[in-house]
């Protein structure tokens, strides 16, 4: 895992630009799914790693939601999201909401 917190801190920073303000929402969105996949949902081979915090993590997850442009990533980080609520991990009702609201 030596590159794990380099790639990890990339993908943090591509999950944090605004999808509006960028021509390339693909790009963005597929990186937080990494992000996700990585460290917050399914098997989560990376969750261990501590130099991130999870509430930033989840926060940053959840203002990419809904994902629009790879139907299969959709699928796969919405039923994550929906793990993380079910499992009490995302707190944030009104973005909760926003993100239900849109699927």
Do not use: W
Not at 24 to 38: G, K, R, Y
Not at 74 to 84: Q, R, T, V, Y
Request: contains cysteine.
């Amino acid at each position: 895992e030596p590159y794990a917190q380099s790639i990890l801190l990339n993908l943090m920073a591509l999950g944090k630009v605004p999808k509006d303000e960028n021509q390339d929402v693909h790009l963005i969105e597929n990186a937080v799914s990494a992000l996700a996949a990585l460290v917050l949902i399914g098997p989560a081979p990376l969750g261990h790693m501590k130099f991130l915090n999870r509430d930033d993590l989840i926060a940053t997850f959840l203002k990419q939601l809904p994902f629009r442009e790879d139907e299969d990533e959709a699928k796969i980080c919405h039923a994550g999201f929906c793990d993380l609520v079910i499992q009490g991990d995302a707190k944030d009702t009104s973005e909760i909401m926003r993100i239900v609201g849109e699927i």
